[in-house]
């Protein structure tokens, strides 16, 4: 049972960890999986994360499916984008800054029952056949906002339950229960699609959430410590964003990714054109980059020894740029589903450089604020891209909103590296957030 008492800060302990220099090569080269072993309540979360992630991709999967079945449109499909962009970003801000001033375990639940009842809806439509567009847009703006509610929370509960030594492997394994969802969820649910329809994939997850559930339901309680009293401010939050160059320029890099190189909304019609495919085409082309990302995690005990993490941030953007305007210019499947592998190990490492630096800048009472910055680039970034690649193709054609697109990432890569030379020179050694 949860306990009243708030859980302290992380810190180092008194002797330090072996680090990954001690193990031998063939570990050294896989993701440290001390987080897990090590810590129960840490444990626990990763694993109702990694369930609820695999049914919320088979949920996305569900409603750009149904979108296009019930439009034909992909200008249409990437409006499924917009309409969660909003609520992400409202509740994004909001929701840090909430995270900052509550019991962040609480704030979690909700979050959790919240989006488990958005899934239950969503079934109810489709076991209905209301084939009403507005119904799914209006559920997806819901499930956005119970997200973007609770997800900063769970982010910055995670310096409280590993200490800071482990902060690095814990940030990757993140990324391995994440992408654990979006290589599974996606594929998992082409399949139930495909044979069941969309109500077989909304019905799983919304049971899904019950991992989650119950990992925060063990937690203790996640105050936010120090003596600060009253709401927390976003104001504030963005000012200190704005004094930390280093963190802003990582932002703005994974905005670029995000927005011009993502053409998830695409995936639709690209199965369709491209391939002459069907719904489990769809599941491939989603999963495709999450396999990428999944085996970037899994292999990322190098990453510790990286110490510009700056240029490798900048570098491994532009990689995921490059990547995506080659999948746009090629349409042999296999080959296009090979690129978007390399695209996703691209963000891996690139996430994981991200997220450490935010960590290690941010006090406790500063988290959630920047927690939920960082979902408004993370998960509205996206989104944008949805509406950016659905438009640009509606004017053209998706073989050259892709490659525009992917192009466009690189060409912001290039730029903020010349406009923050500093950043090329972050040194995780001594760092300058």
């Given at each position: 049972?949860?306990?009243?008492?708030?859980?302290?800060?992380?810190?180092?302990?008194?002797?330090?960890?072996?680090?990954?220099?001690?193990?031998?090569?063939?570990?050294?080269?896989?993701?440290?999986?001390?987080?897990l072993?090590d810590?129960?309540?840490?444990?626990?979360?990763?694993?109702g994360?990694?369930?609820?992630?695999?049914?919320?991709?088979?949920?996305?999967?569900?409603?750009?499916?149904?979108?296009?079945?019930?439009?034909?449109?992909?200008?249409?499909?990437?409006?499924?984008?917009?309409f969660?962009?909003?609520?992400?970003?409202?509740f994004?801000?909001?929701?840090?800054?909430?995270?900052?001033?509550?019991?962040?375990?609480?704030?979690?639940?909700?979050?959790?029952?919240?989006?488990?009842?958005?899934?239950?809806?969503?079934a109810?439509?489709?076991?209905?056949?209301?084939?009403?567009?507005?119904?799914?847009?209006?559920?997806?703006?819901?499930?956005?906002?119970?997200?973007?509610?609770?997800?900063?929370?769970?982010?910055?509960?995670?310096?409280?339950?590993?200490?800071?030594?482990?902060?690095?492997?814990?940030?990757?394994?993140?990324?391995?229960?994440?992408?654990?969802?979006?290589?599974?969820?996606?594929?998992?649910?082409?399949?139930?699609?495909?044979?069941?329809?969309?109500?077989?994939?909304?019905?799983?997850?919304?049971?899904?959430?019950?991992?989650?559930?119950?990992?925060?339901?063990?937690?203790?309680?996640?105050?936010?410590?120090?003596?600060?009293?009253?709401?927390?401010?976003?104001?504030?939050?963005?000012?200190?964003?704005?004094?930390?160059?280093?963190?802003?320029?990582?932002f703005?890099?994974?905005?670029?990714?995000?927005?011009?190189?993502?053409?998830?909304?695409?995936?639709?019609?690209?199965?369709?054109?491209?391939y002459?495919?069907?719904?489990?085409?769809?599941?491939?082309?989603?999963?495709?980059?999450?396999?990428?990302?999944?085996?970037g995690?899994?292999?990322?005990g190098?990453?510790?020894?990286i110490?510009?993490?700056?240029?490798?941030?900048?570098?491994?953007?532009a990689?995921?740029?490059?990547?995506?305007?080659a999948?746009?210019?090629?349409?042999?499947?296999?080959?296009?589903?090979l690129?978007?592998?390399?695209?996703?190990?691209?963000?891996?490492?690139?996430?994981i450089?991200?997220?450490t630096?935010?960590?290690?800048?941010?006090?406790?009472?500063?988290?959630?604020?920047?927690?939920?910055?960082?979902?408004?680039?993370?998960?509205?970034?996206?989104?944008?891209?949805?509406?950016?690649?659905?438009?640009?193709?509606?004017?053209?054609?998706?073989?050259?909103?892709?490659?525009t697109?992917?192009?466009?990432?690189v060409?912001?890569?290039?730029l903020?590296?010349?406009?923050?030379?500093a950043?090329?020179?972050?040194?995780?050694?001594?760092?300058?957030?």
């Amino acid at each position: 049972m949860p306990t009243d008492a708030p859980v302290p800060d992380a810190a180092l302990p008194a002797d330090p960890a072996p680090g990954p220099e001690s193990r031998p090569w063939y570990r050294r080269a896989l993701a440290d999986v001390s987080p897990l072993r090590d810590h129960a309540d840490y444990r626990r979360v990763w694993l109702g994360q990694a369930v609820s992630s695999i049914g919320q991709q088979m949920t996305a999967v569900a409603v750009s499916v149904q979108v296009y079945d019930q439009t034909g449109s992909a200008f249409a499909t990437g409006l499924v984008g917009l309409f969660s962009l909003v609520p992400l970003v409202a509740f994004g801000l909001y929701g840090g800054a909430i995270a900052d001033s509550v019991d962040r375990r609480r704030l979690g639940l909700i979050g959790s029952a919240g989006l488990a009842a958005v899934s239950a809806v969503l079934a109810v439509q489709a076991l209905a056949g209301l084939d009403q567009v507005a119904v799914l847009y209006a559920a997806v703006a819901a499930q956005a906002g119970f997200f973007a509610l609770s997800s900063p929370a769970r982010s910055a509960m995670i310096p409280r339950l590993v200490p800071a030594h482990q902060l690095p492997a814990a940030n990757a394994l993140n990324t391995v229960s994440m992408n654990l969802g979006l290589t599974v969820g996606p594929m998992l649910g082409g399949v139930l699609i495909g044979t069941y329809g969309a109500q077989a994939a909304y019905l799983v997850d919304t049971v899904a959430f019950a991992g989650t559930l119950y990992a925060m339901w063990r937690l203790p309680a996640m105050r936010p410590l120090g003596d600060r009293k009253g709401r927390a401010s976003v104001l504030d939050g963005l000012r200190f964003l704005r004094e930390q160059p280093n963190l802003r320029t990582s932002f703005l890099a994974d905005l670029a990714a995000m927005i011009f190189g993502m053409p998830r909304a695409l995936f639709p019609a690209i199965a369709v054109t491209f391939y002459g495919g069907d719904a489990r085409t769809v599941g491939l082309l989603v999963s495709a980059p999450a396999v990428g990302a999944l085996a970037g995690a899994l292999f990322s005990g190098w990453v510790g020894r990286i110490n510009r993490q700056g240029a490798a941030v900048l570098a491994s953007v532009a990689a995921w740029g490059l990547a995506i305007a080659a999948f746009g210019a090629l349409h042999n499947l296999w080959l296009g589903l090979l690129l978007l592998a390399v695209a996703g190990c691209a963000d891996t490492v690139s996430m994981i450089f991200r997220n450490t630096m935010m960590q290690v800048a941010a006090p406790d009472e500063m988290r959630g604020r920047l927690q939920g910055i960082f979902i408004v680039v993370v998960a509205g970034g996206p989104r944008l891209g949805d509406f950016e690649s659905g438009a640009v193709a509606s004017l053209t054609n998706p073989a050259t909103s892709v490659i525009t697109g992917g192009l466009a990432c690189v060409a912001a890569v290039l730029l903020l590296a010349a406009r923050r030379p500093a950043f090329l020179k972050y040194d995780a050694r001594h760092p300058t957030p």
